[in-house]
């Protein structure tokens, strides 16, 4: 009998070192998943300090595009205003020079008219003397 109460001791034994190492084993897992924890937060701190530095570096890249890109289009705004200007005053002179064509052609017109009721005023004078002189001969006549 006294050898299977030693049995069962050194069983009991054995289960109670087995759960001691079991319990160090736990503890010492324990310890790994709260370094790789504490690991994983480190990584994610700094990829989140990568992340903003990228995020900044893309913003300046950005501002000075869109400077760059206004600073363009005001270049070309101010050109098409000067393209813009001249052609005005092209169409301007050219539009001067018809109006004085114009006035040119109808001072003519007008000269060439004045010097048409001129002469028929001169025919309605010449055939206003002639018909007193028909009458004056008529009279003579009679």
Do not use: S, Y
């Amino acid at each position: 009998m006294e050898v299977m109460g030693t049995v069962e001791f050194l069983e009991l034994e054995a289960l109670e070192t087995k759960v001691e190492f079991l319990k160090v084993e736990l503890k010492v897992m324990e310890t790994e998943v709260m370094h790789n924890l504490e690991v994983m937060e480190m990584e994610v701190v700094h990829n989140l300090e990568v992340m903003e530095t990228e995020v900044v570096h893309n913003l300046e890249v950005m501002e000075t595009e869109v400077v760059h890109n206004l600073e363009v289009m005001e270049t070309e705004v101010v050109h098409n205003l000067e393209v813009m200007e001249t052609e005005v005053m092209h169409n301007l002179d050219v539009m001067e020079t018809e109006v004085m064509h114009n006035l040119e052609v109808i001072e003519t017109e007008v000269m060439h008219n004045l010097e048409v009721m001129k002469t028929e005023v001169k025919v309605m004078e010449v055939e206003g003397m002639e018909t007193e002189m028909d009458i004056a001969e008529a009279g003579l006549d009679h």
